[in-house]
């Protein structure tokens, strides 16, 4: 079993004074006519939501998730994940491509508008501009993560990727000490199976995943790097999936579920799994 937690009672819990790390979690927003913007979850909250808007037509990007999602996938004809990862946001951009819209792998209320087959208002929605003078989706779009970024140019989706569209397919497992998944997972676990699923083996438990990968610094870390919590001695208690801007995947501790949410712990160091 994997020695995941604090002193040797051997319970997985959070330290009882906390503060947010010098890489505080941001809410992205992007607010147009007529829709709402995507909002960060909380650090309760298993991943991010869409709020929707009193027309019925959220805002979706990419890293957003729920219900909406969902349903975009399903009428997008892509596996309903609830997660809006690379195989969705290219899916948009298709239908984009095919449908005469600005194709900027955004879902906004033109979008939404052809593929519920209605016609959209010619006001208030997201319309081509110079490239000198970028929309509001494209100035969001600029502000994406490196790993989102990246991507952008790649046939191939990036390691951040494909680690986050799997860690989202097990949104709301619970966790459970010495699990190692599909059902439930212990921390070290999680971040096992889906490093592995991604072709990348490490270690059972969350110190021997430290020892086993190099460290990086917090100023060079990025999403995709493993991030380790510490107790005051300097030994691992946990370890997740950094997922950048002070955001993580991970199945944190008992009566809690796997999901993405803001670090909530003070001592951390950045590791970076062998991808070759």
Known sequence: MSPVYVRAVGRHRRPTTSRLPHVAATAATAALSGTLALTGASTAGAHDTVRASASGT???RYDSAGDAVRDLQKRLGVP???WFGPDTREAVRRFETENGLVVNG???RRTWAKLSGETPAPQADVVARPASRPDAEARAEENRPDSDRASRGEERPSLADRLFEEAARHVGKPYSYGSTGPGSFDCSGFTGYVFRQVGINLPRSSQDQRNAVPRVS????RPGDLMFSHDSSGRVFHVAIYAGDGRIWDSPRPGETV???AIWTQRYTFGRPDSD
């Open 58 to 60: 959220p805002t979706l």
């Open 259 to 261: 999901g993405k949410r």
């Open 218 to 221: 917090a100023e060079n870390a």
């Open 106 to 108: 955004v879902v906004g």
């Open 80 to 82: 309903a994940t609830g």
